[in-house]
Nanobody, 118 residues
Framework: QVQLVESGGGLVQAGGSLRLSCAAS????????MAWYRQAPGKQRDLVAI???????NYADSVKGRFTISRDIAKNTVYLQMNSLKPEDTAVYYC????????????WGQGTQVTVSS
């Protein structure tokens, strides 16, 4: 079994920065794609950023140039550096990893609240 534990959310003023972290724990697994999603109240969960096993990254248009996804493969950890935050970035942020044990499966973190005040 694999568990994803997130940290780093909080309250910040518009224009500020936050860094989210998500670490995978367990045994006998390998991590493939890592990603961050977010879900605002009353809205669907949307992809924010993704990093593949090869290191390629992609971002939602709304965060390009402001957010950066990175990873530490040795620690099975993915990060999301969020700069120039806007009130519309307010949401619960979820990390997600595609993990292989005997087969591939997607795992989710518990979510962390990010609130940006104007």
């Amino acid at each position: 079994q694999v568990q994803l534990v997130e940290s780093g959310g909080g309250l910040v003023q518009a224009g500020g920065s936050l860094r989210l972290s998500c670490a995978a724990s367990g045994s006998g697994f390998s991590v493939n794609t890592m990603a961050w999603y977010r879900q605002a109240p009353g809205k669907q969960r949307d992809l924010v950023a993704i990093i593949t096993s090869g290191g390629s990254t992609n971002y939602a248009d709304s965060v390009k140039g402001r957010f950066t996804i990175s990873r530490d493969i040795a620690k099975n950890t993915v990060y999301l550096q969020m700069n120039s935050l806007k009130p519309e970035d307010t949401a619960v942020y979820y990390c997600s990893m595609i993990v292989t044990i005997l087969y591939e499966a997607r795992y989710w973190g518990q979510g962390t609240q990010v609130t940006v005040s104007s």
